[in-house]
C-alpha cells in the first residue's frame, strides 16, 4: 500500500465520511490521534464525524460533526475529546444492529477505530457482520498488541512511571527503604520491563517471566550490601498477586528492611503525550484514513521497524508479546542491578 | 534578632564547628537548606559537619565534614544527601548521653536540625538537658507546624499532588468517572486542602473538618449534572478511614457511579522542590546560622507574613492549624465546584 | 469588607451580569481567574459574560455567555481562553464610549478585569469617566504590583524560570561553562530574584540593584576555583543591556571562560499553572465577584499576608519594589555563592 | 556478535580494564551509559576508569576509578558525571601519543568513548594509530549518526523541545501570535522535523530541505484563517539563517501578523533522560563492553530495528539522513497544518 503520498485527486474512491471514535482505557495521544484522523481526512475532502463513548456512541447515535477547529490545540492533550467508554451493548447483536443503523442513517461510510484488543474484536465482528471498512489505530498504555513495535499511549505511560518513581527514589534513597512498586499491565509486563530498566530496578515481577518472592528474596540477599535503596516493579498481572501481597511477603521474610509499597495507579493513564507518542499517532492516524481509501479493512494500522504495517484484527489482538519480553531484557536488568 | 546583615567580623561569638542533619519523614527542599546551612557557616567562618541519618548519626558518630564542594549542585535534589531516620534510641536517657558525647569530642559546639515535629520534639528535650544551643528548621511536607506560614516541602508536595491529579482528571474526563484521591497528611488536612483548590476538586475530606462520606453523596447528588467527571481529596488522616473506605461507602450506597479509588503515596516526598520551597530553605537555612551565632537556641526559625520569626520547639509542634484551615477556605471549595 | 461568608440572598444588591476579560500580556493562572469569576459569579446568582482579547472585545462587542461548563477542565491549563491582546483603540475617548454603549446595550453592569499594569490603567480611566464598576485581578507573571504579595503567574514564570535553568546547569557543568541566562522583567528583577535564588545562581542583575559587568567580573575572579560552573541570571530590563550585551563584555575581559548565553523568552509566560497560582487565581477571582456585590470599584483585589486587600488601581501600578527586593534578598545571594 | 547472554566464566579475553570517557556536546542518557558501562564491565570481572573532560583527561591522566558506588542514583541524571570538553591536544600526534602512554601507564586495555561525530573521528584516528581496541557509544542530541535509529539523548532533547514549545503556544495562542522557535541541529534538521509533528507546527524549515521563507509566507497565506496561533520551528542549520533571520523576513513581508522569535538554545541539552534513552543507553552501554570483550574495535554500536548493530566509525560518521528525513515525513506535516 501507498502512504504519505497519495494524490489528493484520487478522490475516485466512494468513501465520503468517516467516523471515529475511542473505546477501552484512555492512553496519552489518543487525542493527537483523533487529530490525526480529522486533519487527515479533511486533506482528502472526506468529512469526519466523532463519535463519543466508543461503540456506545454508535448504538446511542450520539455524534459531533468534526472539522480543523474541532480538533485545534489538543495534540497535547491527556485524554479523549471523543470520550470512551466500554460497552456491553455492542457485544450483542441487536446493539451492533442499531449501530450499523445509525452509521447507514448518517451517511457514514467507514470506521477509525482508536483502542486496544476489546476494541478491535469488537471492529472485527462489525466489520464482518455488516461488511463495513474500519480501520483499527492501535491506543493503548499496555503495548499488548501485535503489528505495531510500539502502541499509541506506551511511551508516555513508561515516562510517567519512570517520573514517579524517580520521585520514590529520592525518598527511597533517604530513608534506605525497599520499595515495591506496582504499575499498570494486567497482562502484559511490558511496562514493567521497560520502565524497571529506566529507574534502576534491582528486580522486576511480569506475567512473563517466572521470578517469584523467594527469587526476588534470594537476589536482594545476595546482592551488594552497598546499595541504600531498592526498588522492586511488579505487573499488576503478575502472578505472585500485586505489589501487596510481595510486600507482605518480603516483609515477614525480610523483617530487618524496611519495606514500603506504592501503587501507581491511574496517573499512569494521564498526563501529555510524549513526542513518541504525538508522532506515533499522527502518523498513524494519516494513514488509517489512507488505508480506508484505498480499500483496507479489518485491519489494524502499526508501524514495524519504522514502517507501515496493516494486521488483521484477529492477528493483532493475539497477546504475542514474546518477542518483546525475551530473555535479554531480564538478563540486561539483572547485569545493571548486580 | 538581625538577620542578613550582620557584619562577618562578628565571630566574637563561640561557635566554631556546627552540626548538621536531617530527620523524620524527608521532604524536598531539604537538600537546599542542607546547602544554606554549609554556606551560611562558611561565610561566617564556622566549620560544618553533617550527621547521617538524623540522631542516629549522632549516637554512631557517624558523620561528614561538609565544605562548599559538598553541596555543590544539590539544591535541585529531592530527597536529603545526609539521609534520615527516626531514632528510638535517642528517645533514651543513654542514647542523648552517647549523642552529647560525640558531639563534644567532635568539637560540635551547636545543631541545626531539620525535620518536623518529631525532630523537634527530640531537640528540645536534647537542648535543655545538655545546654546544647540547638536551631531548627521546618523541614515536612505536612505544613503543620505552629511558627512558620509554609514548611519547607509543603509547596513541593501539593505540586506534586496536583500535578498527578491532573493527569487522573484526563483520564477520569474521558470515562465520566468519581475518583477517590487520597494524598499524605495523617494529622492534617493542608496538602488535601491547598491541592483540591488546585485541581478543581468536588469536595475534600480532612480530619479538621467533619465532612463525612454521606455529605460527599449529598454534595454529589445535588451538584450539577453536567460535569463528567468528579474528584474528591481525601487526606490519609481523615475520619472515615482513607480513600478506600471512602470508595466503598460510595461504590455502595451509589452504585451507577463508576467510582476509582487512587493512594497517591510516597511519590509526594519526592522529586526535585519548587521555587519557593528552595527559596525558603536557602533563606532559612543562613538565618539559622546566624540565629545560633546570636546566641538562639531551643527554637525553630520560620517565616510568617514574609519576615523572619523564631518559635520555641515546645511551642512550634502544637498542631494548631485552625488558622490555616479557616472556613473560607471550605466555602471557596463549595462556591468553585458550584 | 467581608469575603468568603456572604450570604447567597444577599442579592439586594443590583448586579446581574458580571463581565469578564484578560488584558495585556498573558500568565499562567489566567484561566483559574476566569474560572473563579464565573463559578462565583454563577454562586451568587449573577449572569457572567466573557469578552475576546480584553479591551478590544468591549469596543468590537465580541463576546461569549459563560456558564459552568464554559470554565469547566481549564483551571490546569496556560494562557487564557478569553485570548488577551492591547488595545489602542481604549486609549482614545471614541474607543471608551463605544466599550461603554455595548456594554450597556449587553446588560452588563461591572467588569472584572484580570491583567497587569496597563490593563489597570485603562480600567482606571474608564471606570471614572462612565462611573462603571470594576474590579482588577492582578495577572502577570512580572509580580510588579502594589497590593499583593504575589501576582497570579508569578509563581509559575519562576518555576519555569528554574526548570529551564536546571536542564542549562545540567550542560554547564558538564563542561565547565559560565552561562548568562536572561529572564523576562523589563521594570523589575523580582523574577530574576528569586530564580536567581533557586537555581542558586553565582549573581542576578536587576534594574532595582547596580550590579554591572564590572561588578560581576570582580565576583567571578574572587570567587571560589573549585566551582565547575556559573550562572549569571540578568533581568530584560537590567541596564547594561541584557544577556548578550552581558556575555560580550565577559568574553572579551574574560576570554578564558567558554562563556555561553542564553534568552529564555516566550516559554515563560506558558504552561501550566502552579498549585500557589490556582490556588490564589481561584481566591481572588471569587473575591473579586464579592466586591462588587458589595460595592468596590476601581481597585484590585489582592492578597497580603494571607490577607484579602483591595488596593485603588493608580496606587497598585505604582511600581514600587523596594520592599520586595530589599538588600536582603541580594546578600542572601552572595553569602550562598560565596 | 553474541550479546546480552554471554557467559560470565568467558574471561579468556585479555582485557582488564576498561577506560570509559565522555566527548563532545553532552546530552541527556550519557550518565545512564556511563553507568551501563561500568555495572556491565564489573559483572565480566573488569576494572573500570574514568576519564574526566573527554580526551583531554586521557592527554592530562586525569582520572578516577569506577565501582558500583560511582554509578548509583545517576540514571536518571542530565549531563554526565564525568565531564566533556572538546580536545584540540587530541588532534595532535603528539596529543595522542601522550594519551596512549597514560593509558599503558594505568593498565587501560580498551575504551569505550561516549558522543558524536567528532568524538568518532578521533577514536578512529587513535585506533588505528595505536591498535587500541574502542567502542563507541552514540551520545548526542542531533540523531545524526549512521548506524543508530536513534542516539542517546535524542528523545529526550525533542521532549524538551515539545515542552518548550507547548508553553509558547499557550501564550501564541492567547494573543494570535506567529512564533518562530528555533531548535538545535547545526547539520541536522532531525530535531526540527520530529519536534516539529510533536507540537502541531504550521511548517519547519530544515538543512534536507528546502523550504525558504517565501515558501513560508505562501504556505502561511494560503492556510486557513480559523487558526490564531502559528509555530515555525527552524533548525539552527537551516540555510535562511536562523530563527531571527526568518522573523525578519516574515515580519517585514507580513506586517500585519504578530511576529515573535524564541531561540530554545542550551535547554535542549539538558534534563533527565526519557525513560527511552535511559534503556537505549543501558542497553547500548552493556553490549559495549560486551563487544570489547569479543574483541569489536573501531566500531559504534547501535539499535537499529531495535537488533543491536556494530557499524565502524568511518561509517557512522557519514551524515546521510536521507533515510531518517524522507520526504514523507515533511507531507505528514503538511497534511496535519493543512
Known amino acids: 500500500m501507498d502512504y504519505l503520498d497519495l494524490p489528493r ?3 475516485m474512491n466512494k468513501i465520503k465520511n468517516i467516523g471515529v471514535l475511542t473505546s477501552g482505557g484512555d492512553s496519552p495521544g489518543m487525542n493527537a490521534a483523533i487529530r490525526a484522523v480529522v486533519r487527515g481526512s479533511i486533506y482528502y475532502d472526506i468529512e469526519v464525524t466523532g463519535f463519543l463513548r466508543g461503540y456506545e456512541g454508535l448504538i446511542n447515535n450520539d455524534f459531533i460533526p468534526m472539522d480543523r477547529k474541532s480538533v485545534a490545540n489538543i495534540i497535547q492533550r491527556g485524554g479523549t475529546i471523543l470520550k470512551t467508554a466500554r460497552s456491553e451493548a455492542f457485544r450483542t447483536v441487536e446493539g451492533r444492529q442499531k449501530a450499523y443503523e445509525n452509521l447507514k442513517a448518517n451517511g457514514i461510510d467507514a470506521l477509525v477505530v482508536i483502542g486496544g484488543d476489546g476494541t478491535f474484536t469488537g471492529a472485527n465482528v462489525f466489520s ?13 498504555i499496555d503495548n499488548d498488541l501485535v503489528g505495531t513495535d510500539f502502541t499509541i499511549g506506551y511511551d508516555s505511560a513508561i515516562n510517567t512511571v519512570v517520573d514517579a518513581v524517580d ?17 499498570m499491565g494486567r497482562d502484559s509486563g511490558l511496562i514493567a520491563l521497560r520502565s524497571g530498566i529506566g529507574v534502576g530496578a534491582e528486580a ?4 512473563e517471566a517466572n ?5 526476588i528474596l534470594h537476589k536482594l540477599e545476595h546482592s551488594r550490601k552497598d546499595k541504600s535503596s531498592k526498588i522492586i516493579i511488579v505487573a499488576e498481572g503478575d502472578d505472585t498477586g500485586g505489589a501487596f501481597k510481595v510486600g507482605e511477603i518480603l516483609q515477614e521474610k525480610y523483617p530487618h528492611y524496611d519495606t514500603k509499597v506504592s501503587v501507581l495507579g491511574h ?20 494513514v488509517a484514513v489512507e488505508g480506508l481509501i484505498q480499500g483496507e479493512s479489518g485491519v489494524m494500522v502499526g508501524q514495524i521497524n519504522r514502517e507501515i ?14 518477542e518483546k519480553v525475551s530473555s535479554k531484557w531480564l538478563k540486561l536488568i539483572d547485569i545493571l542491578s548486580f
Chains 1, 2, 3, 4 share one sequence.
Open 211 to 215: 521470578m517469584n518472592a523467594d527469587d
Open 309 to 322: 504495517v496493516f494486521t488483521p484484527f484477529d492477528h493483532a489482538i493475539k497477546h504475542i508479546n514474546a
Open 267 to 286: 496517573i499512569q493513564r494521564g498526563g501529555k503525550p510524549t513526542c513518541m507518542d504525538r508522532v506515533l499517532a499522527s502518523r498513524l492516524g494519516v
Open 128 to 140: 464482518k457482520e455488516f461488511d463495513f471498512p474500519i480501520v483499527g489505530l492501535p491506543g493503548t
Open 9 to 11: 485527486n484520487r478522490q
Open 167 to 183: 520521585r520514590i527514589r529520592d525518598t527511597a534513597e533517604s530513608h534506605d527503604r525497599l520499595f515495591i512498586v506496582e504499575v
Open 204 to 207: 522486576i515481577m511480569i506475567p
